[in-house]
Structure formats: C-alpha cells, structure tokens
C-alpha cells in the first residue's frame, strides 16, 4: 500500500470510524448524506470505500487510482473473486450492445488488462460480461457524483475481514438519495453586487449543493420582473472555453453573449453550473479533448471513457430559480433538454431563445455534432471564421 494515502492494513481499530463519530452530527444533517460526502472525498483522493447493500458488503476503487501497490492486498482480499465494474457506454465500445452495466470477473488483478478494458479506445473484450447487483449500480453512482472514471475493482469482502480498517463506509440507499436530498438541501451562502463589464448592475448569489455539494451561481443580471417571465440560461461551467477562450467550442461566446442581452434587455438569472464537461468532471474532459485529437467526436470521445451522450441534471437549477422566486421563464438555449428538464421541474417555460456562438475551424465540427447526434437547436453549416477568436 502507499504510505501516507490510506491503506488497507496495519491502520489500527478504526473500522465503522465513520457511522461512529458522526452520530453526534444528526442534528446538523442526515447522517448518510454526510457519509456519501466522505466516500466522495475518499474515490477523488484515490483511496478505497467500503460500499454495503443489504447484507453484502464490498470494496470499491477506481480504476484511476489503482497501481501495483494495491495488488498484493486486493489479491488477499478478493481470493479471486474480485470484479471490473464498467457502465453501458463503455461495454459499447468494447463490442458489446448493452443499454446496462456490466461485470467483468478477475481471477488476478491485472493492471494492464484492466487499463485496456477500461480506457483503451480501440480495445475489444472477449470475456463474459455479467448483470450488476445493486450493490455495483450504487458504486458506479458513486463514482459519477465523485467525477471519477466510470470504471471500478469492486472486491467482495466480509464485515470481519475489514473490522479495524480506517475505511468510509457507505450505504447503497444513501448513495442513490444522494442526487435528491443535494436538491432539497440547496441554500444560499453568499450574495454580493458584482458589477461587470457591460453588465454592472448584476448580482452574484452563491448556493451551494446540487451536485456533490459544490457551490453553484446565480448571476442576476438588472432587476428582472419574477412577477412576469424572467429571461433564464443554465449555463454548465466550461474552463477552456469560459476563461480561456478556447476554439474548441462555442461556450465563452454563449456566456457572454448572454450577459450582454441580459443588460440591455429588462435583465435576467444566468445561471453558472460546475457541471464541467456535460457532468464528467474537468479531469475527464480533458482525457475526452485528447481523444478527439484522436479523431473522435465529443459523444464517441465520451463514450471510450464509459459516458453517455450527457451526465448532467438541472432539478436543482431549477431549484435555485425557485428560491429566488422565479416561476416563468424565457429559456435562452440551443438543448432541448434544459427546457424539458426546468418543465419537469414544475418552471413555466413560456418561450425559448437561440444563443450561437461563432463558427471557427476548430469548433465546426463540434457544433454540427451537437445538432446531429443530440438534437442542439444549431445551424452548423456555413463555412467556419478562418481563424476565428473567443469574444
């Protein structure tokens, strides 16, 4: 095992640490919720959770995390019986039509073997791939609110086996209410006058929750009406795109272009999601971007790396409207998704707007994929700007 990242041995009677020294915090919130946050912290960290399911009990790792230190001990464990754990879209890519995830048995913990069947592009496997239990589908939720590789070494093991192990111990019932009590739990923790350029009188009002309880914002740009419907745009974060100006897509425009809009018409709510990378996490979009290097488009690129088309939710951007009493909305948006989704949510979408950011070279293919394979309200066909530029 690494020193100094938590092991799996010789860590003292520590086990259960977790559901122990939280009773006390009852008060100030649910306790599972509270555990499935620590299990979180543990996959982003690199280090092993303990997931249970009714009477079973296993321990989950990420693929990520997973080097040559970790063999001898999981080996013990597992007495070969451990399992790769890989989502739909990843079993696609390796030849096989599935619509649900998937096992994969491991004999011996094979590092190499394991890279290839999770993250190998042009990789196909010739193993039998077996129904996951509710134990495996609550892991890989896991992993997806953790931003992590959607790829997990699951070793079953027995209560006794890892009774003084400083391991996060997590519930499957916990895990899949996690989405939803991030929606009821949502408040606000900051708002402050943030004037900005060709927008200043606007608001910045900071939640936080939603998705793995990272801070969300609300930028109220003007003084909309709430008593008539309020211009919206759910914006997801995009790093490359937003602060760098990135020719890769159309994101740093579409922001500012609406904020522009915003001020100098009757005002309106942008939101600002940290949903980098259509959900997987800026990690992964990265490792997606190296890939359409690659030749890949931006769905397939996601789809090697065991993503669907888009992991994102917005019921708890719709909740954020909702507290800043927000009940009709204008939707400046290309996804029809967003609309269905504030719908859903109980919103009155009264109209929807096209937003287009400019064409470059390097982004026209990305926006005709939009359009194609996600229904994007886009028109991709003129000729790219040569050499185009990110306002």
């Known amino acids: 095992m690494p020193t100094g990242g938590g092991s799996l041995v010789g860590t003292g009677s520590v086990g259960g640490y977790v559901a122990d020294s939280l009773s006390i915090l009852k008060c100030d919130g649910d306790l599972g919720q509270i555990v499935v946050e620590r299990g979180i912290a543990e996959l982003r960290a690199g280090r092993p959770v303990l997931v249970k399911a009714g009477r079973t009990l296993a321990l989950v790792m990420g693929i990520d995390s ?12 597992s007495r070969h019986r451990a399992r790769l754990l890989l989502p739909a ?147 997801s974060a995009c790093l490359t795109g937003d602060l760098f100006g990135s020719l890769k897509c159309d994101c740093g425009d579409q922001l500012r272009h609406t904020a522009r809009y915003m001020a100098e018409n009757d005002g309106g709510i942008l939101l600002y999601l940290d949903q980098e990378g259509r959900g997987n996490g800026l990690s992964n979009k990265i490792r997606a971007y190296k890939l359409q290097a690659q030749g890949f488009d931006t769905y397939d690129a996601d789809e090697v790396l065991g993503f669907d088309h888009d992991q994102r939710g917005f019921d708890f951007a719709a909740e954020m409207l909702k507290q800043l009493g927000v009940t009709q909305v204008r939707v400046m948006t290309n996804n029809p998704i967003k609309m269905a989704a504030l719908e859903r949510a109980g919103l009155v979408v009264v109209s929807d707007h096209r937003i287009q950011g400019r064409k470059t070279d390097e982004n026209v293919r990305y926006l005709a994929t939009k359009r194609d394979r996600a229904g994007h309200f886009l028109d991709a066909d003129d000729a790219p700007v040569k050499g185009g530029a990110q306002d």
């Open 66 to 77: 997973l080097d040559e230190n970790y063999v001898p001990v999981l080996e013990e464990l």
């Open 89 to 235: 879209a990843r079993l696609r890519r390796l030849g096989r039509e599935r619509t649900q995830p998937g096992a994969i048995a491991l004999p011996t913990i094979d590092l190499a073997r394991i890279a290839s069947l999770s993250l190998d592009a042009n990789a196909r496997l010739d193993a039998t791939v077996a129904a996951v239990s509710k134990l495996d589908l609550a892991a890989l939720e896991l992993a997806r609110i953790s931003l992590i590789l959607p790829a997990l070494v699951v070793v079953p093991v027995s209560a006794r086996a890892v009774a003084d192990q400083a391991l996060v111990r997590v519930d499957a019932v916990d895990i899949n209410a996690y989405r939803a009590a991030g929606v009821r739990d949502l408040r606000i923790t900051g708002r402050a006058p943030v004037p900005l350029d060709g927008a200043q009188d606007t608001e910045f009002v900071v939640f936080r929750g939603g998705e793995g309880m990272r801070d969300q914002v609300a930028v109220v740009i003007g003084k909309p009406n709430y008593a008539e419907p309020v211009t919206v745009r759910l914006h």
